[in-house]
């Protein structure tokens, strides 16, 4: 298997990356990334001299790279995007370019130089918008509610208009939020981690009440591979371990695992049209390909606290005022 992983120098991607060339060791991969500020190339620092692995800088959004790529691959898993809500509401023309010219660009790439290419986009919970009770089921519509969130359900709409009208061998997985290993510090978890352990304050948006649907990264990893090798073309897979938090009980959890006192919450202003509550029912994963989740959220935020404690100088060159700003999307970026 020759495999495009586009976006593998961010946060999943390289999850994805080192799991994948571990696991299948014929397999070869390149990595397309145009290097944004949400990635960073000491993600795959132990691998950039595996023969097997190759990195490429650019933006899926340029036809003329897609095309040569598109025609080296049997397959293409696209984790590119910009990623962060706070960002989106602040600057949203970049979430524009690449969430959605970026997917249009794949597309056309594949229609014109590789219509039987396998190609896995990768896409969020958050495009069904919040939910007060119940999980959304892949059938349910899409109501996005931030810039981020309705560039991400608009690429959905192209991947699937796209491969109904063309045939083409696609297929869109829609997961809960992530945490582990190499997550930017300015999520949720990574910041709260390196706050606390700095002796800085956490905030806390608005009461804390948001309820998240969290699950390990490997354990989404291991999703994403389950549709690479079985998914069916043109269907949608909700991917959920299942662990509901309210931020509140996410940002004491923390404290906790790393014996800080809750006087280091701090409540600030909360972020505009901030999603109350995100769930997803994962059922048709489970029953289709027989994926399941291995971590318990209890397992993963350990083994992630212990991940950042151990690896200061990952993070500490990535904290500035993206991570020391209580209230980011009010930076103007
Ligand atoms: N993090 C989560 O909790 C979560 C949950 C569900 C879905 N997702 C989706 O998973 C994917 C990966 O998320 P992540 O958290 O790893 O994000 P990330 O920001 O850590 O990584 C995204 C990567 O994409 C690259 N990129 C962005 N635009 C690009 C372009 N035009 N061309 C080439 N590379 C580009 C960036 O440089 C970065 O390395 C995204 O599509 C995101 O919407 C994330």
Redesign the pocket.
């Known amino acids: 298997m020759r495999l495009l992983v ?10 994805f990356i080192r799991y994948i060339l571990e696991k299948h060791k014929e397999w070869e991969i390149i990595n ?9 190339p000491a ?1 795959l620092k132990d691998i950039e001299d595996d023969p097997r692995y190759i990195f490429v800088k ?5 036809f003329e790279l897609m095309k040569e790529l598109v025609k080296k691959v049997d397959a293409i898993v ?7 809500v706070d960002r989106s509401i602040s600057s949203p023309d ?1 979430f524009l ?3 959605v ?2 997917v249009y660009t794949i597309l056309e790439a594949i229609r014109k130089e590789n219509p039987e290419v396998r190609l896995v ?6 495009v069904y918008g919040d939910i007060l009770k119940g999980s959304f089921r892949e059938e349910d519509a899409i109501m996005p509610s931030s810039p ?1 969130s309705a560039t ?1 359900a608009s690429a959905d709409a192209l991947v699937l208009g796209w491969a109904r009208t063309y045939k083409l061998n696609a297929s869109i ?7 582990g290993p ?3 510090p300015e ?1 949720l978890i990574p910041k709260t981690i390196i706050r606390a352990s700095m002796g800085l304050k956490v905030p806390v948006y608005g009461t804390g009440e948001n309820v998240r649907d969290w ?1 390990y ?1 490997e354990d ?1 990893v291991r999703a994403v591979e389950n549709v690479l090798l079985r998914g069916e073309p043109r269907e949608i897979y909700n ?1 959920s371990a299942g662990e509901e938090r309210t931020n509140l009980e996410v940002v004491k959890k923390i404290l906790k695992l790393l014996r800080k006192d809750e006087s280091l919450i701090e409540f600030v202003e909360d972020r505009p049209g901030h999603d109350l509550r995100y769930s997803l029912d994962s059922w048709k994963i489970t029953r289709d390909l027989k994926w399941r989740p291995r971590y318990t959220f209890k397992e993963g935020l350990k083994r992630t606290v212990e991940w950042y404690l151990e690896n200061r100088k990952w993070w500490e060159p990535l904290v500035d005022e993206r991570v020391l700003h209580p209230t980011p999307w009010k930076l103007g970026w």
Do not use: P, W
């Open positions: 586009t976006g593998g120098m961010g946060f999943i991607g390289s999850n397309l990334d145009k290097l944004g500020y949400g990635s960073n993600n650019g933006d899926i959004a340029d696209n984790f590119a995007a910009e990623s962060h970049n370019r690449s969430n010219i970026g986009h990768i896409s969020t919970d958050e981020y991400k997985t829609r997961c809960t939020n992530n945490y190499y997550q930017f999520k699950i990264v989404h991917i």
